[in-house]
């Protein structure tokens, strides 16, 4: 069949909207705990400081998350774990992009299709595929959680206060510095 003649439908199957749901709800996560790492690096408080991060692109916040983490005076190591988790969010973002940006459609048979840049009709990824996607994505943003509120970016924070800072932010600990928390979904602290 033609691209012409194919009628773009939503395809008719539960397990697979139920991935794609997961996986923006995951990304909707991540990109919430990059601007709760905005906040923290620049030293600000209360949920009106978020407003310059929203509506910005999610490559946005990984810009300004870099660029005030190199305010603190991070050591080499420390900005190259930052670099890494930045990093693996731009690919896993990407990854979800390629997923949610694309037009899905059902053959006659059933089988969900993808119409990709080019115009061409392509087999859809795996409800497996998209969950693995999705399992990535909290994984990631459990971490930079972590990091943020116990690791080494609150310790670069601890470090060297900003100049323009409400005070220092706390939260309450409850595990070590170097042991994060297992993999689950992550809760945000504000």
């Known amino acids: 069949m033609s691209l012409s003649m194919h009628l773009l439908t939503v395809p008719n199957r539960p397990q697979l909207l139920e991935a794609l749901g997961r996986l923006t709800i995951a990304h909707t996560h991540l990109e919430r705990i990059l601007w709760y790492t ?11 400081n978020l407003d310059p991060t929203r509506r910005k692109p999610i490559s946005d916040l990984r810009r300004r998350i870099k660029k005030r983490f190199k305010k603190h005076r991070p050591s080499v190591a420390e900005t190259y774990r930052l670099d890494e988790l930045l ?13 949610m940006h694309r ?11 993808l119409l990709g840049e080019d115009l061409q009709m392509g087999a859809a990824p795996s409800e497996a595929a998209i969950e693995r996607v999705a399992s990535e994505i909290l994984a990631l943003g459990k971490q930079i959680n972590y990091a943020r509120i116990h ?21 309450p600990t409850n595990s070590t510095k170097d042991s994060p928390p297992p ?7 504000v």
Do not use: C
Request: a positive charge.
């Open 183 to 189: 993999i689950t979904t992550p809760r945000l602290a």
């Open 38 to 48: 905005v906040k923290t690096l620049s030293g600000l408080a209360g949920p009106k």
């Open 151 to 171: 690791g080494f970016i609150h310790e670069v924070v601890q470090r060297q206060p900003p100049k323009h800072s409400d005070g220092p932010i706390s939260f």
């Open 103 to 113: 037009a899905w459609s059902e053959t006659e048979a059933g089988q969900a299709i």
């Open 87 to 99: 990093e693996k969010a731009k690919l896993l973002s990407g990854k979800r992009n390629s997923y």
